[in-house]
Nanobody
């Protein structure tokens, strides 16, 4: 089982990106998904979580990006998305998705911070 992120790249401040997280060889329906950002020399930062399709479908954004980032899922495509808008230089980092096979609500999923699988990450650079 493997998670695969994609969609990163270089974007100017104020721009948008949509990151994708897919399950390679398995469906994400039963998995709650968390998105995280890692910057070298700093602790991994929680971006947000979405509960599994078998749970309440909730999302949770613990940080300051709640008004700019949206997490959604398309179960037909077995993909979870992180839509990022009005990007700022401080959003730069490597973004990872992580999956836990559980029916926690999104806030509980984020608070636990424990996952079965992690992807390899995709780099996002916000710069002019």
């Amino acid at each position: 089982l493997r998670l695969v992120e994609s969609g990163g790249g270089l974007v100017q401040p104020g721009g948008s990106l949509r990151l994708s997280c897919g399950g390679s060889g398995f469906s994400l329906d039963s998995y709650g998904i968390g998105w995280y950002r890692q910057v070298p020399g700093r602790e991994r930062e929680e971006v947000g979580c979405i509960s599994s399709s078998e749970s309440d479908g909730s999302t949770y954004y613990p940080g300051s990006a709640a008004d700019r980032f949206i997490i959604s899922r398309d179960d037909d495509k077995s993909t979870v998305y992180l839509q990022m808008s009005n990007l700022k230089p401080e959003d730069t980092g490597r973004y990872y998705c992580a999956a836990l096979r559980a029916n926690y609500g999104a806030s509980v999923l984020c608070s636990k911070g424990s996952y079965d699988l992690w992807g390899q990450g995709t780099q996002v650079t916000v710069s002019s």
